[in-house]
């Protein structure tokens, strides 16, 4: 019998430099998108997916994350009595799910980052989720994932294929097909390869169903790429024992992470929200009218 997919790690210990000096004091993944910090987005996303204990890698200057995801007692009452119905359900309806917090003393790298979680998910398949990855929440990538793993009972890559001027900053795979639709066979994986000697332009991106064999293989990998301790190089460490696969992801993904694609995401997802879209579409269509003026 396939173990379900019940925990979700999000490591949230990295140092968001990109983002300086947004991100000198205050964590990266509460920036929000619009009105919702990114890492709720990616909490939400698992949560549809039926997952509900969350192990969230914290480090300095990350104490925001927590108290985000508690509940808050004063200001719950203070919108009870002032009868701010949907404002209160907003804010309290993450409150059933389980919170673990896990604080990484210094930012080794994603690889250490998740290895900081093993005594929490001990001996079960469990998914990843970097919150800068911002998936488009009408896709389902993470359900498809988690599909194909009851299937496949192996470990699951989210992948996308990138221009080759942005290959080398990703993890980078060589694969054949499966057979079946947008389904890989891993056979290489590289941590941000030149384009030059990029096996392929099928990159990484921040979604994956691992087994509780990579913390073996985690344990015993020394610094990679950048001086980091990089999961890409224990997932090719794993690969010499099992089968890993790649699972192309065709939808909307924003890296959030870097300016640009934080910009993007903010502007997609405004144009979605019912309350705003009318009036901020109408905004960008001046903006587009002024710029094409150059006025
Ligand atoms: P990123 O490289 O996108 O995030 O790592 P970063 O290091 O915070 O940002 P930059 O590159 O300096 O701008 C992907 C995810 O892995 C986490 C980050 O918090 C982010 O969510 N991470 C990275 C850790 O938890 N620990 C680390 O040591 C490194």
Redo the contacts with the bound molecule.
């Keep these: 019998m396939k173990e379900k997919i019940r925990k979700a790690i999000?490591?949230?210990?990295?140092?968001?430099?990109?983002?300086l000096p947004a991100?000198k004091a205050s964590p990266?993944?509460m920036l929000p998108i619009v009105d919702k910090p990114m890492i709720q987005y990616a909490i939400e996303e698992a949560r549809a997916c039926g997952i509900n204990e969350f192990i969230i890698?914290t480090?300095k200057y990350k104490r925001a994350i927590e108290d985000h995801f508690d509940s808050a007692y004063e200001l719950e009452e203070s919108l009870k009595k002032t009868g701010k119905k949907t404002l209160l359900e907003e804010i309290s309806r993450l409150n059933n799910l389980n919170f673990a917090y896990i604080r990484?003393k210094?930012?080794?790298?994603?690889g250490?980052?998740i290895y900081c979680a093993r005594p929490f998910v001990k001996d079960e398949p469990f998914a990843v989720l970097?919150?800068?990855d911002i998936i488009d929440p009408e896709t389902p990538l993470l359900r498809n994932m988690i599909n194909l793993f009851k299937k496949l009972d192996s470990p699951i890559l989210a992948l996308e294929k990138v221009p080759m001027s942005e290959i080398s900053r990703y993890g980078v795979i060589e694969g054949v097909s499966d057979g079946e639709e947008n389904l890989f066979r891993i056979n290489k994986l590289v941590e941000k390869p030149p384009p030059a000697i990029a096996p392929s332009d099928m990159a990484i991106i921040?979604r994956y169903i691992l087994t509780p064999d990579i913390f073996d293989i985690l344990e015993g990998i020394g610094p990679g790429k950048g001086g980091?301790?990089q999961l890409t190089d224990a997932l090719f460490g794993l690969l010499k024992k099992r089968q890993i696969y790649g699972y192309l992801f065709t939808g909307q993904r924003y890296d959030a992470?870097?300016k640009l694609g934080y910009l993007k995401a903010t502007v997609d997802i405004a144009l979605k929200r019912p309350q705003i879209s009318e009036p901020f579409k109408n905004y960008i269509i001046e903006l587009a009218d002024r710029i094409k003026l150059n006025i």
């Design positions: 999000l490591p949230a210990g990295g140092l968001g430099t990109r983002f991100t990266k993944e890698i480090g990484q210094a930012a080794l790298g994603l250490h980052a970097l919150s800068d921040g980091e301790i992470g870097d």
